[in-house]
């Protein structure tokens, strides 16, 4: 499943489109590509949350990262593609049940991290943008050492790549409808 969601994003940069392909090549040569028992690395889904007027995201203190980053993490056995292990992770570490998700991938990234196994490895991280309803409560999770709505024109500093996803966000959002 996770080919078909990414063989049918079309990215708006180049940048992205040679994410894009480089994680198609990756998951054509691993079939564990979505396990995390996958060493050499494996995917991973996240969310960019943001609130029902689109002012600002939900970002947590990740407990292991230490930084301010989008919802998200491993795929499980139970999730049927990325857009569904983006929306588990995205209610389990929020609180918040009625979230939306946009089913094509808004943002891809791949970054050195040392995970659950223990040892050094790469995520290759498809970015979805989530919703919350208004009035939405966040919850925080054991997966999270704080979480806090911030305004999407004041990020923190040390997140280059939820701006990056945010710009995406913006785009995706204002760009005109194709028929």
Known sequence: MATAELRGWEPDSSDQRGLKHA??????ARPDACERSC???????????????GT??????????????QLGGHCEPGDDSLVAAALREARE?????????????????V??????LGVPTHHLDVR??????????????????????WPVDALPDDSPTVAAMVAAAR????APVRT
């Open 23 to 28: 994680l198609l090549a990756f998951l054509a």
């Open 39 to 53: 060493e050499p690395g494996h995917l991973t889904a996240s969310a960019l949350l943001l609130d029902a007027a």
């Open 56 to 69: 600002h995201t939900l970002l947590t203190l990740h407990p292991r990262v230490g930084k301010w980053i």
């Open 93 to 109: 570490e929020s609180g918040i049940d009625d979230l939306t998700i946009d089913p094509v991938p808004l943002h891809v990234d």
């Open 111 to 116: 970054h050195p991290i040392t995970c659950s």
């Open 128 to 149: 979805f943008l989530v919703r919350a309803p208004a009035g939405a409560v966040e919850t925080i999770s054991d997966e999270s050492d704080d979480l806090r709505w």
């Open 171 to 174: 785009h995706r959002l204002t």
